[in-house]
């Protein structure tokens, strides 16, 4: 299984982009790169999902080098909602999805 | 669309006790699986299922049994409840024709405590 590294919190202010990088050296040929977003006492929730350059959605962008041994989300112009912790998730087909300790993202006015 | 349903929302226990938490998904989808979440830490996993009548371990299974008797429904038993086992319980499941690893679908948690 790929072991993700992310940074354990980041502070933001309202406006700015984040950009929150996950590290995973031994991602697999097989493996797609997943966020998730997570709000106190609520499940995660399904943000991005890529496999290599750059994935982009209505809520934020995925960026992917080509070795694949990281990957970056970023979002534009957060706001005091996008408080929340965020999930690197390095998936090797469906069977064993592990997390990891996640990126505690603060924003402030 | 209910999605994922867990229940009870909230327990608590004595040491000893046995309780089974259900998660019931309306999505049809093949892959279920039980989280648990400790305060201020990210999500571990339990046990898992990629179909009816399967169930392998997760990363911290001891002290947990899992059955996967209906497609729809993923349980998660605890025989002899300890204070360890105090924590929030997530359950999830996906769709394996998804592309990629599929996209997790969580409940709304079952905060469990063990006194």
């Known amino acids: 299984l790929a072991k993700t590294t992310q940074p354990i919190s980041m502070d933001s202010y309202e406006g700015q982009e984040v950009n929150i990088t996950c590290s995973h050296n031994n991602i697999a040929t097989n493996d797609y790169i997943t966020w998730y977003q997570q709000f106190p006492s609520q499940g995660p929730r399904f943000i991005i999902q890529?496999?290599?350059t750059k994935v982009t959605n209505e809520v934020a962008s995925l960026f992917i080098p080509a070795d694949r041994k990281s990957s970056t989300l970023s979002l534009p112009r957060v706001s005091l909602s996008d408080t929340a912790v965020y999930y690197c998730?390095?998936?090797?087909?469906?069977?064993?999805?592990?997390f990891g300790t996640g990126t505690r993202l603060l924003v402030s006015p | 669309n209910a999605g994922v349903t867990q229940t009870p929302k909230f327990r608590v226990l004595k040491t000893g006790q046995s309780m089974t938490l259900l998660c019931a998904q309306d999505m049809n989808h093949e892959y279920m699986y039980w989280y648990r979440q400790d305060p201020g830490m990210g999500l571990r996993l339990i046990h898992y299922?990629?179909?009816?009548?399967?169930?392998a371990k997760g990363e911290v299974p001891d002290g947990y049994n899992v059955s996967r008797l209906k497609k729809q429904n993923f349980l998660l038993g605890l025989e002899s409840a300890a204070p360890s086992q105090t924590s929030v319980y997530f359950c999830?499941?996906?769709?394996?024709?998804?592309?990629?690893?599929?996209?997790?679908?969580f409940g709304e948690g079952s905060r469990l405590t063990v006194l």
């Open positions: 998730l390095v998936g090797r087909g469906f069977q064993k999805l592990v």
């Open positions: 999830a499941s996906t769709d394996p024709t998804s592309q990629g690893s599929g996209e997790l679908f």
């Open positions: 890529g496999y290599k």
């Open positions: 299922s990629v179909g009816e009548g399967t169930t």
